[in-house]
Each structure stands twice: as C-alpha cells, then as structure tokens.
C-alpha cells in the first residue's frame, strides 16, 4: 500500500474518532444584521438550551429610592451607635456605684484604707485645668513695706508723703496703682478706704475694702475696716453678715468669737433701725397700700410694706416661717413616711454643723420632678423630688442641701429681703396662684454663692462626706444632659458650667478637703426608686430611661412577659416533638406509671 493511502486512512480514522467531542463543544454564530424600513436592529444573540438557565436583572433604582436607601441606613447605623454608646455608659455608671458601694461598707465598718482604695479607684484626679491656678497664683498677703516691688515701693512712699501732707493728689493716685501693682500689700487698702472715709467718700472706701476682702476673705484687719465701713454707712445688715461669715468659715480663728459678737452688735443696729421705721412711717405705708389696693386689687398690697418691716423687725425666722407656710399651702409636698424621713435625717444631720442654733430647721420634699431647691431665711429648706432622682449618692444631694443650708446660715436671704427682692415678688404674685417655688429661685449675687460653697464643702466634709458631692453632681449632669439640664437652668445665677467645676475643684485641693470619704450610694438608691414610684405619673419612658431606673411595675410585666414566652416555647417543643414522633418509623417508649 502506498505510502500516501496510508496516511489518508490514518487521517480518516482519527475525524471519526474527534468528531463526537468537538460536536459537544458551543459555538457562537456570527452577529446577523438585517435591515427593517431603512433601520439597522441589534445583533441577536443565539439563544441557549432549555437546560441553561439565565439569570435576569432587576431594572435599574433611580438616583432618589438609592439616596433614600442610604439614609435610612446611616440613621439605623448612627441609631444603633448611639444605642449602644448609652448602654455602655449605664453598664460603666452601675459598674462605678457597685464600686462606691463597696467602699462604702468597707468605710462603715471601719477599714478606711480599703475604702479610699476602691474610692480613688472610679474617682481619678482632677484636671487641674481652669480657674485654679488663677486662684492659687495670688501672694501671700503681707504687711512688711520692704517685700513690695520697685513700683509698688515708690507708690507706698509716695501716698506716705502725700497723707502727711494733705494733698489728694498724691494720695489717691499712687495708692491705685500700689492696690493694683501689690494687692497682696494689706496696709495699701486699709490707708486708701481711710483716705476715702475722710475725703467723704464713703461709698468708693465699701468697694475699695470689698475688693480687697475677695482677694484675702480671711484677712481679719481687712475685714474690721469694712464691718466698720458699713456701720458708718448705716448698712448694719451688711455689717453683721460680714462679720458672721468670717465666724461661721472660720470657727477655730482666735478672732472668731470677736467677729460673732461684731454681728450681734451690728444685728440689734439693724433691728432698733427697722422699728423706728416701722413705728414713723406705719401710717404712711397703710395709706399708699390702700391706694395701690384701688389701683391693683390686690388685697395684700396695703399690707406687704407694713408686713415687711414688722417681719424685718422680729428677724429671719419669723419671715422664714410666714413665707414657708404659704408655701406649704401653695405647693404638692411628698407625704411618704420613708422619703420624708430620709430628707429630715440628712437635713438635720447637716443643720447641727451649720453654727446657728438660732434657726429651727426644716426640709420638705417639692412632689416635681425638675431638680430645685432652695431655703428661706431662718433654715426652712425646700428640695424637689428631682433632687434626689438626679443624684447617684447621697453624698451629692447633701452637698446641694450644704450648699442651701449655707444661703440660709449665712442671711443671703434676709439680705434680699431688705432690698425688695423677696416678699415684694411673693405677695404680689402669690395670691393670683403663682408657685413659691418658681418665685423663690433668689438671684444671688456670684460672692454669695462663692460663700455658700465654701460653707458648704466645710459642711461637707464635717458631717464625714466625700467633699466633691455637689461638684460629682454638676460634672455627671453636665455630661448626661449638658447645657440644658434642669439644674444647670436652676443654677443660672451661679457661676456655671467648667467655671463654677474648676472653682470648686479648686476649692477642695487647697482647702485639703477630703474627696474620698462616704458616698451613701446604696441607701440612695432606695430611696431613689421609692421616688420614681411616687413619682411614676409624672415620669415618661424617655426620663425613666434616663435615669436608668424601672419600675416594679415593669419588672413584674417584663417577668411575666418572659414566663409567657418560655411556657410558648415549651408548647412549641411539644408540638414539635409530637410531630416528629408521628412521622418517625421507630416508635419511642411511653413512659410507665
């Protein structure tokens, strides 16, 4: 056979072979083009075998439903964040109260070591940021001539020459600028307000001795020279407080007991003052009241200037007394036995370290859920429930009682009485329904609450209290409901926010107070959710929630709830294993009685 046959059989017999496996392989015709009215249509693709499945595509979302989409899922992203942020800081809070709790049973039972370990655990050091080193940056103050500066040498032996030799020229000025350039100078002031006093200007030596005694409170000479001051100035109130401030800030001072008979002396001044008003102008003041009766229909306007001097002359208990039973008509006061009692116990705990025991003490609790409270002359002390619900321990409501206490220990409200700004607001308001409790918010001025919170702290830490108990309250309030709380709008006249935190943290490291004494949380917490109990009409979900506190109510719903989705469950179970029973082809054993 020939060679080329050969290879022509061979070559036969192999595309015999090939030929069933490249019938199997897909192939892809060519695009076809035709022509419809003069139109070009698209290539049409060959179709696939009915075995092949082609998946088909959703049309397309327009530009809006895809933005919508996205929205909606950063909100649910943002919302779960936010969600979870908030239960990480309740579990951190719970986590910290367990903690003071603990150091609270250690600190009771005697074990103060082991106590302020677990207190200096959840309460690191302050940020000493802010106003303190501002404060602590003031000299020493000092007498001795030769520790002025340059300057201040100059201007001391200048206004020396000056006073010799009568001349206000060389007196006046170089002892503004030596008040200025060395305040911590004592001499300086006391020759300025002098020099005021006999130049008859008495009303610049009150500010020059008022300036002087906020850089140095506890200067005794300074303090002398403006009680002084103002009995010249016929401000025997005025007198009289400052003099028992410096007696109440400072009990162990060797001249304490001088300053408390200085605001005795100066008190009766003021009283024998007020009665010859009241017995010259009674007649005066009845008659205008009637007037004004006619003219407003008030019927206590022609009674509330005679009312006010009688009630100035007989002194701040009876005002306290008279203002605090109208209140009590006026106002929803909390009745229950344990709430009540707990407030009482706290209040009269602190009350007996206050200095006064002139005053009769007492504290009611305001059925409102804002956080308030304020006290009216003679230690009648009024606290809203939102007190005790705002607060984690009972170290932090006693430094807002101590903070009150020291308004009332102090006269800053009897002090606003003789201006006018306390009963002229509540008898011309009260009557037509106004509530004692939005009237008596006072206005104290920013030296009266810096005073308050002196006397406060001292307070405090007395009664044997963490000394940071009402700063913990402003920080932990600031940070959960920030600028808008209720107690930061109750504190609008104090010093606020990182100001008001930097002096007080300020005021505890250099007074040496201690941070790590008795917080009180576990009792406070029952008495807490024995409020919110009384207080559950008052109170939504959201400010429950809050708050972190649940009702009894609502744990026995979520416990039942949970005791019907197990019994459901377990009926589910049954149904499901009485289903697979049936179906199964092994039959399973019944139990025997």
Known sequence: ???WNISIALLTLLMAIASP????????????????????????EPTTS?????????????????????EESAEETEESAEDAEKEAEKAAR???????????????????????????????????????QGIASLPDATADPTQLSPKGGVYWREAQAGWEQKLETRIFVPLEFLVEEDPEFIPGHLLLAEAYTH?????KAVEVLERATTFYPNNPELLRAKIEVLGNTEQWLEASIAARQFALLNPDHPDAE??????????????????????????????????????????LGALSAVETLILLARGESAIGNSIANQAKENLELIEDEQVVNYIEDLGQKLAKLSGRDDFEYEFYVIKDKNLNAFALPGGKVFVNAGAILHTDSEAELAGLLTHELAHAVLSHGFQMVTHGNLLSNMFRHLPFGGTVANLLVLDYSRDMEVQADVLGTRLLTSAGYAADGLRNLMVELREQYGEGSSFLRFMSSHPLTQDRIDYLESLIENGGYNRFAYEGVERHQEIRQRVAELMKDELDEEELEDLDITLEQEEEAQEEGEESTESSQEEDNVESDGETENDSTTPREIPQD
Request: aromatic share 6%.
């Open 94 to 132: 719970r986590e910290r109260l367990e903690i003071l709790a603990e150091g609270d049973r250690l600190y009771q039972a005697g074990d103060i070591a082991g106590a302020e370990a677990l207190y200096q655990q959840v309460k690191p050091p302050f940020s000493g940021e802010g106003n303190a």
């Open 50 to 70: 009915s075995e092949e499945t082609t998946e088909v595509e959703p049309p397309p979302k327009n530009e809006a439903e895809t933005t919508e989409e996205t």
């Open 258 to 299: 001088e300053f408390t008979r200085l605001a005795d002396e100066n008190f009766d001044k003021f009283r024998s003052h007020v009665r010859k008003q009241l017995a010259g102008n009674a007649i005066g003041n009845v008659l205008t009241g009637a007037f004004s009766v006619v003219l407003t229909g008030n019927p």
């Open 1 to 3: 056979m020939k060679p």
């Open 199 to 203: 130049y008859e200007q008495p009303e």
């Open 21 to 44: 496996s490249i019938a199997e392989v897909p192939t892809r015709s060519k695009p076809i083009l035709t022509q419809r009215d003069g139109e070009e249509t698209r290539p049409i």
